[in-house]
């Protein structure tokens, strides 16, 4: 018998910041061109010409960045030489409600409004001169890539981009659920957004019958949100992450770690994957988007912001994105940038997993490292 679906306590509070020691930490929010409030939370032991800011992916939010149930992010570069370090929460953080309305927000939206008001905003509150060094991953990494590639933000030292960059790629039953799941949410079940913890919510709804269903073919563990965020998020028992990797604190808090999501920002993705995999803009001719270009690869050559694309190589959720986009990257610009497939890693775990801080900041740090103290 497969094993029943439970929600397990609450091992740590949702916010906690007790992963991180030894640093003041301050909140910064702050406004976007089009009328969102978001933040920016500081943490520092001193001051540092070299600044790092760290950009989560969609719905989740820069808890997944200071966890303390392991060494985290945050926590080995304050311990690493890297006393000023920043977390951004952009509109696709659980930490805000943006994701939990039936809108028209796309990708475009965090490249031309979030990652350039937080750029913006850091640096009124580091000074000019400074060095800005920066880590992303997923939909974040993304998009600070289309945002960065615009020009929409500038002076950025270095960049470190986890699983997709300007290439998405996704497996093919990925693909399948792009093409029919908003149309599904919208039309058919009328929800407004997805949710991982459905199943445990009360009473009855058309999410929580969904998320019954989706445990009935995830029998891998005993999680619901689990199963939810395979289903969510791309292909495999479990997509996002190797369970071997996770830390049995991580795995019961995943409702708390990921939130909900409206499924507009699919169909842009999927609208990538149809344009030859290539970073596009959601709407070509839209006045609204008139400062960013079709294709975001369009000024790559002119782009001399050095990064590091990185992923795992079980990526179930965006596949081998930064492999393929490395490659074409090196024949536009030959040499400007690097890639880094780690072993036995899928999406997640690049950061959520236990070991990271043996198996993958390491090379993180190597490449900040190549790029600061001049």
């Known amino acids: 018998m497969p094993p029943r679906p439970r929600?397990?306590?609450?091992?740590?509070?949702?916010?906690?910041?007790?992963?991180?020691?030894?640093?003041?930490?301050?909140h910064h929010p702050f406004s976007t061109g089009d009328g969102l409030g978001l933040a920016l939370t500081r943490f520092q032991r001193g001051g540092s010409d070299d600044v790092v800011l760290i950009i989560h992916g969609l719905t989740?939010?820069?808890?997944?960045?200071?966890?303390?149930?392991?060494?985290?992010?945050?926590?080995?570069?304050?311990d690493a030489g890297y006393p000023d370090v920043f977390t951004l929460d952009h509109?696709?953080?659980?930490?805000?409600?943006?994701?939990?309305?039936?809108?028209?927000?796309?990708?475009?939206?965090?490249?031309?409004?979030?990652?350039?008001a937080a750029i913006a905003t850091l640096r009124k509150l580091i000074g000019p001169g400074k060095r800005i060094h920066v880590i992303a991953h997923c939909v974040g990494a993304l998009t600070f890539g289309m945002s960065l590639f615009a020009g929409q933000v500038g002076g950025i030292r270095s960049a470190i981009l986890n699983s997709i960059a300007l290439t998405a790629r996704v497996p093919a039953y990925s693909r399948f659920k792009l093409g029919v799941g908003p149309f599904l949410c919208d039309w058919v079940l009328g929800v407004e957004y997805l949710n991982p913890r459905w199943r445990h919510q009360p009473a009855w709804s058309a999410g929580k019958l969904l998320a019954m269903g989706v445990d009935l073919f995830h029998h891998e563990c005993d999680s619901s949100a689990c199963h939810m965020l395979s289903f969510m998020w791309g292909a495999g028992k479990p997509a996002l992450f190797k369970h071997e990797n996770?830390?049995?604190?991580?795995?019961?808090?995943?409702?708390?770690?990921?939130?909900?999501?409206?499924?507009?920002?699919?169909?842009?993705?999927?609208?990538?994957?149809?344009?030859?995999?290539?970073?596009?803009?959601?709407?070509?001719?839209?006045?609204?988007?008139?400062?960013?270009?079709?294709?975001?690869?369009?000024?790559a050559a002119n782009m001399t912001t050095p990064?590091?694309?990185?992923?795992?190589?079980?990526?179930?959720?965006?596949?081998?994105?930064?492999?393929i986009c490395h490659q074409r990257l090196e024949r536009i610009?030959?040499?400007?940038?690097?890639?880094?497939?780690?072993?036995?890693?899928?999406?997640q775990d690049i950061f959520m997993?236990?070991?990271?801080?043996?198996?993958?900041?390491?090379?993180?740090?190597q490449f900040l490292q190549s790029h600061s103290h001049d």
């Open 91 to 116: 509109r696709g953080s659980n930490r805000f409600p943006y994701n939990l309305l039936r809108d028209a927000a796309n990708l475009d939206d965090l490249a031309l409004y979030d990652h350039p």
């Open 60 to 78: 989740t939010s820069s808890d997944m960045f200071i966890m303390p149930e392991h060494t985290n992010l945050v926590q080995y570069l304050l």
């Open 246 to 299: 996770m830390a049995p604190e991580t795995h019961a808090r995943l409702g708390d770690l990921f939130g909900g999501i409206n499924v507009n920002y699919y169909r842009h993705v999927l609208k990538m994957v149809k344009a030859n995999h290539d970073a596009v803009k959601f709407t070509a001719g839209h006045p609204r988007y008139a400062a960013l270009p079709d294709n975001y690869f369009a000024q």
């Open 353 to 365: 997993g236990k070991q990271v801080a043996a198996d993958i900041f390491p090379r993180l740090l």
């Open 7 to 26: 929600e397990a306590p609450r091992p740590y509070p949702r916010g906690t910041l007790q992963g991180v020691t030894g640093a003041s930490v301050s």
């Open 333 to 347: 610009v030959p040499g400007r940038h690097q890639l880094h497939v780690f072993p036995s890693y899928g999406h």
């Open 307 to 323: 990064l590091l694309l990185t992923t795992g190589q079980e990526n179930g959720v965006f596949a081998d994105s930064n492999i």
